[in-house]
């Protein structure tokens, strides 16, 4: 049975596909990650010995949910640019690195649902970039969701209670370089 984060990293690398593939492919890309061993090909973070798994056993259900959620945040793809274009200006959705933007459209379709935490999703995002994407990565996925939670505290009041239930995170709360 795969944990929430083989999931999320199973979407990762649907999305991932997706992107890359500017979305025309999305139904071969459904079939691979149905496929035991060909999700893990498009990102491979195990060298690096990372969060990812391999050999981590999904059921059909898990894998529909990767990549409904991969395919969710791929919609929603221009909403969440546009956002996260008002908290950081000089970097764009088109300036980020493939990794680090579908990193932030997930995280931002989690958001949006507001299941799990926010802090949760801010935390799991930054897992994803230390296994994903370069050095610099996590400290700016951090900087910009730690912006996204403060604008939406200001416009809704508490994170945790405009984003879903009260849950404990092992989230950074120093804060990181603003993106």
Not at 63 to 90: C, G, I, N, V
Not at 95 to 123: N, T
Request: hydrophobic share 40%.
């Amino acid at each position: 049975m795969a944990t929430p984060r083989d999931i999320r990293i199973l979407a990762l690398q649907a999305l991932y596909a997706i992107d890359a593939s500017d979305g025309r492919d999305a139904g071969a890309i459904e079939h691979a990650i149905g496929e035991p061993g060909t999700a893990f090909g498009l990102l491979d973070a195990t060298a690096r010995g990372t969060v990812a798994a391999p050999e981590a056993e999904y059921t059909p259900a898990e894998r529909r949910k990767a990549f409904e959620a991969a395919s969710q945040a791929w919609a929603s793809r221009d909403e969440a640019d546009e956002f996260y274009a008002t908290l950081a200006p000089t970097w764009p959705a088109s300036r980020q690195p493939v990794v680090d933007r579908s990193i932030l459209r997930l995280a931002w379709r989690e958001l949006s649902l507001g299941r799990p935490a926010a802090r949760i999703v801010v935390d799991e995002a930054i897992e994803l970039a230390k296994a994903f994407s370069t050095e610099k990565s996590p400290a700016f996925i951090n900087g910009l969701l730690d912006k996204a939670l403060r604008h939406f505290e200001r416009e809704q009041g508490d994170t945790d209670e405009a984003f879903g239930s009260p849950e404990t995170s092992t989230a950074p709360a120093n804060g990181a370089p603003e993106a």
